[in-house]
């Protein structure tokens, strides 16, 4: 059996990092052909090591020229490429059949981008291309024939308790399906005191309860705008009405997501909370594969609770559905200027609920355009960003 090649946009990340994981349990059926980092040598020197890929990749040229000295100096055969010019050829090179967009935020945009032209078998867990554009790459998925599979966990749950057959972008209503449940533990910030949110410390909105994540999908997930650009994910992927996509609160990340059938039926993928599952599931399918991942024991599960998520404790969940009925650029702005937002709390310039208020400033500020070509997309990405900035340097107050 010729093995599938396997291209990983974003391995030295969280996601990345799983992949490879599941990988190296699975190597008589797949190999890695390219892996893609912005400046982690060292690791992406290690990865390189083991799993001995045709091409590295790095974003920044001053670590791909470090990343090239060194593998030279082992021996390395792997070649080394630079920019972002090199992450769109390894996504969609004519040697390549499965490609991972596991890069975080608008980087991830034209290789994800240039893998579904390509028509790979296309591994989304980067979201935000599909809040940026989404229109524009459900369009190159149907053009090309590209394989589009949801890693991100809800929608790989949901893509799953939809009847085998189903492929993304069709409407979901003609299966039976009448609407979606998308769960969210609530991360850290669930019960916590609304009066003492300003207090909020980088470290503290990064410890999740529950997953083990990147810095900046950790506080999206505690601000819940993680489970807004979720919202608007389930849109595109399962040409669904923003009425019919519905946020539960499930605290212990158990129950995946659900689907809400005609009949009454809501059907449910369980699981532990581990992203190797819907990373195996997307690499095997339709068929499965050994994850690693250990099997759910009901017995010490314990109690499942479900509650409606606030709106005052998250705005941030509001600002999405708002983006998302807007239409057009608006879900651009939007992801920009959470992008632009985060970055600054992270680097403790704002406090945890100055990201809602930057986001809604922006999201005011800037009418909606038509979401029509890349071009368009681009320049709306950067006006946001410009009037976020700009309003970092007139209105923040650190902490
Ligand atoms: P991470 O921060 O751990 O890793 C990000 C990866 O992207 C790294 O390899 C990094 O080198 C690369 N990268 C960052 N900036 C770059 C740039 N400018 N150019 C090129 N490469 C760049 O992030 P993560 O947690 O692995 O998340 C990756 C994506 O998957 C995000 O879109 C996130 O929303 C999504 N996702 C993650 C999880 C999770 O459990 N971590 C779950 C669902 C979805
Ligand atoms: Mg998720």
Same mark, same amino acid.
């Given at each position: 059996?010729?093995?599938e090649?396997?291209?990983i946009?974003?391995?030295?990340g969280?996601?990345?990092?799983?992949?490879?994981?599941?990988?190296?349990?699975?190597?008589?059926r797949f190999?890695v052909f390219a892996?893609?980092?912005?400046?982690?040598?060292?690791l992406m020197?290690?990865?390189c090591?083991?799993h001995?890929?045709?091409?590295?990749?790095?974003?920044?040229p001053?670590a791909?020229s470090v990343?090239?000295d060194?593998?030279?100096?082992?021996g390395?055969?792997?070649?080394?490429?630079?920019?972002?010019?090199?992450?769109?050829?390894?996504?969609e090179?004519?040697?390549v059949?499965?490609?991972m967009?596991?890069?975080?935020?608008?980087a991830?945009?034209?290789?994800?981008?240039?893998a579904?032209?390509?028509?790979?078998?296309?591994?989304?867990?980067?979201?935000?291309s599909?809040?940026?554009?989404?229109?524009l790459?459900?369009?190159?998925?149907a053009?090309?024939?590209?394989t589009?599979?949801?890693?991100?966990?809800?929608h790989?749950?949901?893509?799953q308790c939809l009847?085998?057959g189903y492929?993304?972008?069709d409407?979901v209503?003609?299966? !039976?399906?009448?609407?979606?449940w *998308?769960t $969210?533990? =609530?991360?850290p910030?669930?019960?916590?005191a609304?009066?003492s949110?300003d &207090?909020?410390?980088?470290d503290?909105a990064?410890?999740?309860?529950?997953?083990?994540?990147?810095?900046?999908?950790?506080?999206?997930?505690?601000t819940m705008?993680?489970k807004?650009?979720e919202?608007?994910?389930a849109?595109?992927l399962f040409?669904l009405?923003?009425?019919?996509?519905?946020?539960v609160?499930?605290?212990?990340s158990i129950?995946?997501?659900?689907?809400?059938?005609?009949?009454?039926?809501?059907?449910?993928?369980?699981g532990?909370?581990d992203?190797?599952t819907?990373?195996?599931?997307t690499l095997?399918?339709?068929?499965?594969?050994?994850?690693?991942?250990?099997?759910l024991?009901?017995f010490?599960?314990?109690?499942?609770?479900?509650?409606?998520?606030?709106?005052?404790?998250?705005?941030?969940? !509001?600002?999405?559905y708002?983006a *998302?009925r $807007?239409? =057009?650029t608006?879900?651009t702005?939007?992801n920009a200027?959470n992008?632009? &937002?985060?970055e600054a709390?992270?680097?403790?310039?704002?406090?945890?609920?100055?990201?809602?208020?930057?986001?809604?400033?922006?999201?005011?500020?800037?009418?909606?355009?038509?979401?029509?070509s890349?071009?368009?997309?681009?320049?709306?990405d950067?006006?946001a960003?410009?009037?976020?900035?700009?309003w970092l340097?007139?209105s923040?107050?650190?902490?």
């Amino acid at each position: 059996m010729t093995r599938e090649r396997v291209t990983i946009l974003g391995s030295t990340g969280s996601i990345g990092v799983s992949t490879l994981d599941v990988l190296s349990r699975q190597r008589d059926r797949f190999e890695v052909f390219a892996l893609t980092a912005n400046g982690n040598v060292d690791l992406m020197a290690r990865q390189c090591q083991e799993h001995a890929p045709e091409v590295a990749v790095m974003a920044d040229p001053e670590a791909a020229s470090v990343l090239r000295d060194r593998l030279a100096r082992a021996g390395s055969p792997t070649e080394v490429r630079v920019g972002s010019e090199g992450l769109v050829a390894v996504a969609e090179s004519d040697r390549v059949d499965v490609v991972m967009a596991a890069i975080v935020g608008a980087a991830g945009l034209l290789p994800t981008l240039a893998a579904a032209g390509a028509g790979k078998r296309l591994l989304l867990a980067n979201k935000e291309s599909l809040v940026m554009s989404g229109a524009l790459l459900m369009d190159a998925v149907a053009r090309s024939g590209a394989t589009l599979l949801p890693v991100d966990s809800e929608h790989n749950a949901i893509f799953q308790c939809l009847p085998a057959g189903y492929a993304c972008a069709d409407p979901v209503h003609p299966h !039976g399906a009448r609407r979606i449940w *998308l769960t $969210a533990s =609530g991360g850290p910030f669930r019960e916590r005191a609304l009066d003492s949110f300003d &207090a909020i410390t980088p470290d503290e909105a990064c410890a999740h309860p529950n997953w083990d994540m990147g810095r900046k999908i950790s506080v999206d997930s505690a601000t819940m705008m993680n489970k807004g650009l979720e919202v608007i994910e389930a849109r595109w992927l399962f040409a669904l009405d923003p009425e019919d996509i519905q946020v539960v609160l499930h605290p212990q990340s158990i129950i995946h997501s659900m689907v809400a059938y005609s009949d009454g039926s809501v059907l449910a993928q369980l699981g532990n909370p581990d992203m190797r599952t819907p990373i195996a599931h997307t690499l095997a399918w339709p068929g499965r594969m050994d994850s690693g991942v250990e099997p759910l024991d009901l017995f010490s599960a314990g109690a499942l609770e479900f509650a409606a998520p606030s709106l005052e404790r998250f705005p941030c969940l !509001g600002l999405a559905y708002r983006a *998302l009925r $807007a239409g =057009g650029t608006a879900t651009t702005v939007l992801n920009a200027a959470n992008e632009v &937002a985060v970055e600054a709390f992270l680097a403790g310039e704002i406090r945890f609920p100055e990201i809602a208020a930057l986001i809604e400033q922006t999201l005011s500020a800037l009418a909606p355009e038509p979401a029509k070509s890349l071009e368009g997309i681009l320049a709306a990405d950067a006006r946001a960003r410009d009037y976020a900035k700009d309003w970092l340097k007139r209105s923040a107050s650190p902490r």
